[in-house]
């Protein structure tokens, strides 16, 4: 009395069906795994790039405004200078008037020292002639090359030249 059959056969077919099928899904899992991994990098590779060139707009910008401020301080120590030669001119042509010429003095100091925080400095005019520099008005006598005399001051902003320091420059003779 065996009422139990063994498996049917099939249950055999189903059994290596069920294989066949789980192998299909397996295979197909593994490809989307792999599809999934190249577009991560893919979107990896883009953000780097993406975050890479945030970071140089950012330099970009920042030099940017760093040189426009330059320029606006440029402009300003351009409209102050004449104000600093005529306060310096006015010195050479002092008055009899000690309090006067203390005031004016007091004032260029202070004037001066503003500026030099601000980063303007005067063009050194001692020794040989820089054409970057200084502008040759007139030549005479002297050692070839050599500043003999200063005309009008020069100034600098930082590393730029905004007005030429206007000077004697000797001839050789």
Same mark, same amino acid.
């Given at each position: 009395?065996?009422?139990?059959?063994?498996?049917?056969?099939?249950?055999?077919?189903?059994?290596?069906?069920?294989?066949?099928?789980?192998?299909?899904?397996?295979?197909?899992?593994?490809?989307?795994?792999?599809?999934?991994?190249?577009?991560?990098?893919?979107?990896?590779?883009?953000?780097?790039?993406?975050?890479?060139?945030?970071?140089?707009?950012?330099?970009?910008?920042?030099?940017?405004?760093?040189?426009?401020?330059?320029?606006?301080?440029?402009?300003?120590?351009?409209?102050?200078?004449?104000?600093?030669?005529?306060?310096?001119?006015?010195?050479? +042509?002092?008055?009899?008037?000690?309090?006067?010429?203390?005031?004016?003095?007091?004032?260029?100091? +202070?004037?001066?020292?503003?500026?030099?925080?601000?980063?303007?400095?005067?063009?050194?005019?001692?020794?040989?002639?820089?054409?970057?520099? +200084?502008?040759?008005?007139?030549?005479?006598?002297?050692?070839?090359?050599?500043?003999?005399?200063?005309?009008?001051?020069?100034?600098?902003?930082?590393?730029?030249?905004?007005?030429?320091?206007?000077?004697?420059?000797?001839?050789?003779?």
């Amino acid at each position: 009395m065996n009422d139990q059959n063994p498996t049917p056969p099939q249950d055999n077919q189903t059994s290596a069906q069920d294989d066949v099928q789980q192998d299909v899904n397996l295979d197909t899992i593994q490809q989307e795994l792999e599809q999934t991994r190249q577009k991560l990098e893919e979107m990896t590779v883009i953000s780097q790039r993406a975050l890479a060139d945030l970071q140089n707009f950012k330099r970009r910008t920042e030099e940017e405004r760093s040189q426009f401020v330059t320029m606006a301080n440029a402009a300003l120590f351009k409209e102050l200078l004449p104000i600093l030669e005529s306060a310096s001119r006015a010195l050479e +042509h002092q008055q009899k008037d000690e309090e006067w010429t203390k005031g004016v003095e007091q004032t260029l100091s +202070h004037l001066l020292q503003t500026t030099e925080k601000m980063g303007l400095t005067p063009i050194a005019t001692d020794g040989e002639f820089d054409p970057e520099k +200084h502008e040759a008005l007139l030549t005479g006598p002297g050692p070839d090359g050599q500043i003999i005399e200063v005309l009008e001051k020069g100034y600098m902003l930082g590393d730029k030249v905004i007005k030429p320091a206007r000077v004697k420059v000797g001839n050789g003779q």
